[in-house]
């Protein structure tokens, strides 16, 4: 029997949800720190290009993929927040806006990966 590739995905992206989570928690906290730069994760769609379905190896020889890593980089400042005079380029009405995303997201995929889960055992009962 063939593994379920949508699992696997739904997982990647909890896993990048979670990491943009952490991210988003870390801006709002560091709001105040003079000199703080606000930081974000690159979108899970370049992610995904970047490191694709893993393949099967049947074979020792065959090359495997790494696993999923989101890089953490610092974010261009908003030209409507700009650096504060503290040196600090946070905006916490961004950031909150970010962690909506984030939860939607994360419902989408919860919900998502509860249907087809629902599907399959339709499927399995008959």
């Known amino acids: 029997m ?3 590739q949508f699992f696997e995905l739904a997982s990647r992206q909890a ?3 979670s990491v943009r989570q952490s991210v988003v928690a ?3 906290a560091n709001a105040n720190t003079p ?4 930081k974000d ?7 995904l290009e970047n490191t694709g379905i893993r393949m099967a190896a049947t ?3 065959h090359f495997t993929e790494a696993r999923l890593s989101s890089e953490i ?3 261009e400042p908003n030209e409507d927040v700009g650096v504060q005079i503290s040196g600090n380029s946070v905006g916490l009405a961004e950031e909150l806006m970010k962690q909506g995303q984030v ?3 994360f419902e989408l995929n919860a919900g998502l990966v509860k249907a087809f889960h629902r599907m399959m055992l339709m499927t399995v009962r008959k």
Request: proline share 10%.
């Open 2 to 4: 063939q593994p379920i």
């Open 15 to 17: 896993e990048w949800l």
């Open 26 to 28: 870390g801006n709002i």
């Open 35 to 38: 000199g703080y730069l606000a």
């Open 41 to 47: 994760v690159t979108p899970f769609q370049s992610v």
């Open 59 to 61: 074979n020792p020889a």
């Open 73 to 75: 980089t610092d974010v």
């Open 103 to 105: 939860k939607r997201e």
